[in-house]
């Protein structure tokens, strides 16, 4: 599956969404060894910019605040309090980030995924190829085969297009249609009532598009079965659609030169600046 990915040492954009390094801390609380998270994160980071050699390379964090709380305040509401100590390993992260010196990047009011969007926009726009490292389904929607923009699950899973609709039943085209219909209960995007992600499908295998559902009268469009909740939920379907689309316009001011990498020297970097008290 990594043959997927851009040639190792090509001229290529990796976009990392560094909020999925959080995995190593819950791994390492679950195990009682949360100091040892954050040198297995800095190893993991180091390894992929070793393995890819990347030519330049975006860090994305989350920013204060957000734009989907605003418009809707129940958004990811339901997830647990965050676990004492972790906000420890985001901060000794940061630190390990700034002190490397690695082109990390956020934006007030947005997450990592916008902040990755606008990197991959920034790709796509110089003819770039681009591989989004996360497990993060929400990127799926700006995987593009014509553009050389993929997603990599940091491990041995690459997803181009093909791989997306072989999973999701949609092109990424159509991934954000089918989100707001089914809805994310991990993010508290309701969907259309009573909808999962068959009836999703099911609605979008009509072929028509989702803006065109939504008009006045689109609902007759749909199998009757179909047609009184779609009318019933517009404005929520709406509202999710809305919230499960990433805005790749967050960072204006953002550069391709900000963001050009020596990707050997910047692993060695960041193993500098792990913790040397701590065997890893």
């Known amino acids: ?123 796509v726009a110089n003819e770039l190829p681009a591989a989004i490292v996360s497990n993060d389904k929400d990127l799926l929607q700006l995987v593009d085969d014509d553009r050389g923009v993929v997603a990599w699950d940091w491990d041995e899973t690459v997803f181009d297009a093909g791989a997306i609709e072989a999973k999701w039943g949609v092109p990424p085209s159509r991934f954000t249609e089918l989100l707001a219909l089914m809805g994310d209960t991990t993010d508290g995007v309701p969907g259309a009532d009573g909808w999962g992600k068959a009836k999703a499908l099911e609605v979008l295998a009509t072929e028509k598009p989702l803006a065109a559902l939504l008009l006045a009268g689109g609902h007759w469009h749909l199998p009757r079965k179909f047609q009184s909740t779609l009318k019933a939920n517009v404005d929520v379907i709406r509202t999710c659609w809305e919230l499960v689309k990433l805005r790749s316009d967050c960072l204006p001011t953002l550069r391709l030169e900000q963001l050009e990498i020596d990707p050997l020297d910047l692993a060695s970097q960041l193993l500098a600046c792990k913790p040397d008290n701590r065997p890893f």
């Not at 420890?88 to 990592?112: I, K």
């Open 1 to 123: 599956m990594l043959d997927k990915l851009p040639p190792q040492g090509s001229r290529h954009l990796l976009a990392i969404d560094v909020p999925g390094l959080r995995s190593y801390w819950y791994g390492c609380e679950r195990r009682g060894n949360q100091a040892d998270a954050i040198g297995y994160a800095i190893d993991e980071l180091a390894r992929i910019l070793k393995a890819r050699q990347p030519t330049h390379a975006i860090f994305a964090l989350e920013g204060v605040g957000s734009w989907r709380k605003d418009l809707l305040p129940s958004y990811k509401s339901k997830r647990p309090p965050k676990p004492p100590g972790l906000d420890a390993f985001d901060v000794d992260l940061l630190s390990a980030l700034h002190n490397a010196g690695v082109p990390y990047a956020r934006s007030a009011g947005h997450e990592a995924d916008d902040v990755i969007a606008a990197g991959v926009r920034l790709a």
